[in-house]
């Protein structure tokens, strides 16, 4: 859940009973450390995990660049907001050796990731620390694979998941199955544990994909209002709207498929193929969503969350740990 937690959200989980899990996407390697830290002391001995991403850094397409910003240029008019300069920023970085060091000091439990796997030399790094490795596979074929170059846990992300797609071997979305069609294929495919993702925000949900063979699920959707969690109130309010009824996928925030509440910008057209390189099209919108947020609008604001965000608008905000006891089946 990068950029909408800290520690403080995991800590709370691991409170409830949960495996509380820090994203590490968007922080400098400063602010990781320190909320690495935070999670580390605040465990007292109980498991955590830290989650990163490893995909490929994107190269620079000047022309596709600035073809993106000329597909935009009619907003930036109408909010009377320049343009960013090229090349333009990437928001999100992968798992890298910094990275890498910070868990051989800190030694996290659990590592996990999200577009595969990082390089292998840095992988043998995580797995020298002891701790558990996980990723997502959103196909039988990337589960074979995650277990083919060593990961311990294989995390089944159904379709229905909020946020990013965890494919990479295929960018064909047509591939990736709802979470109770994928689980079961998942299961019959690889020898390792398999964790259920997507869709899964109470524990009628947790307990329909341990029947299928899941040893946990993993929820995230559903710890969006929170009081731990850094939601906007922009993103809160979305949350509790009739619009959370409406969810879809779109690379137009950041290059790279993901499920979000249906908002003005993605209404528009929520795939595009003139997209640049994940993460790049993100600082394409900078100032176009600043404006907006300025005024109260979350027209540009990526609004992630899982096919099952509905069900938030009943009853007041849980704490993060009574919601993890609230989902807990057994």
């Known amino acids: 859940m990068a950029g909408v937690q800290d520690a403080r959200l995991a800590l709370a989980v691991m409170d409830g009973g949960g495996l509380g899990s820090l994203p590490a996407a968007m922080l400098a390697p400063e602010a990781l450390a320190v909320q690495m830290h935070a999670l580390a002391d605040g465990a007292r ?3 955590w995990a830290v989650n990163f991403f490893c995909h490929t850094p994107p190269v620079h397409e000047p022309a596709r660049e600035a073809a993106w910003l000329a597909h935009l240029a009619p907003h930036y008019a109408a909010w009377g907001v320049a343009a960013p300069a090229l090349p333009l920023s990437a928001a999100r970085q992968p798992f ?5 060091a910070l868990v051989e ?12 796997l990082p ?3 840095l992988l ?12 997502s596979a959103t196909t039988v074929d990337e589960a074979r694979w995650l277990q083919a170059q060593g990961a311990d846990v294989v995390i089944a992300q159904g379709l229905e998941a909020g946020g990013h797609r965890g494919h990479f071997l295929s960018e064909d979305l047509s591939l990736q199955g709802d979470t109770l069609a994928l689980l079961p294929q998942v299961r019959a495919a690889v020898s390792v544990p398999v964790v259920a993702a997507g869709g899964i925000a109470d524990a009628a949900g947790v307990a329909a994909v341990l029947s299928l063979g899941a040893v946990a699920a993993q929820v995230g959707t559903a710890y969006l209002l929170c009081p731990e969690a850094t939601t906007s109130a922009l993103h809160r309010e979305a949350l509790q709207s009739p619009a959370a009824q409406q969810t879809a996928l779109t690379n137009r925030f950041t290059g790279r498929p993901a499920r979000g509440i249906v908002n003005a910008f993605m209404a528009e057209e929520p795939m595009s193929p003139l997209a640049p390189a994940f993460p790049l099209a993100t600082a394409a919108l900078a100032p176009l969503r600043a404006a907006a947020e300025a005024q109260g609008r979350c027209d540009f604001t990526p609004l992630w969350a ?6 938030l608008r009943t009853g007041q905000p849980l704490s993060a740990a009574a919601l993890t006891q609230r989902l807990n089946p057994l």
């Open 124 to 135: 043998a790094r995580v797995k020298a620390t002891g701790a558990v490795v996980m990723s």
């Open 96 to 100: 890298s050796a910094e990275s890498a």
């Open 45 to 47: 001995g109980r498991p």
């Open 105 to 116: 000091a800190l030694r996290p439990p659990v590592v996990s990731f999200h577009f595969g």
């Open 119 to 121: 390089p292998a030399d």
């Open 306 to 311: 899982g096919q099952n965000a509905a069900l």
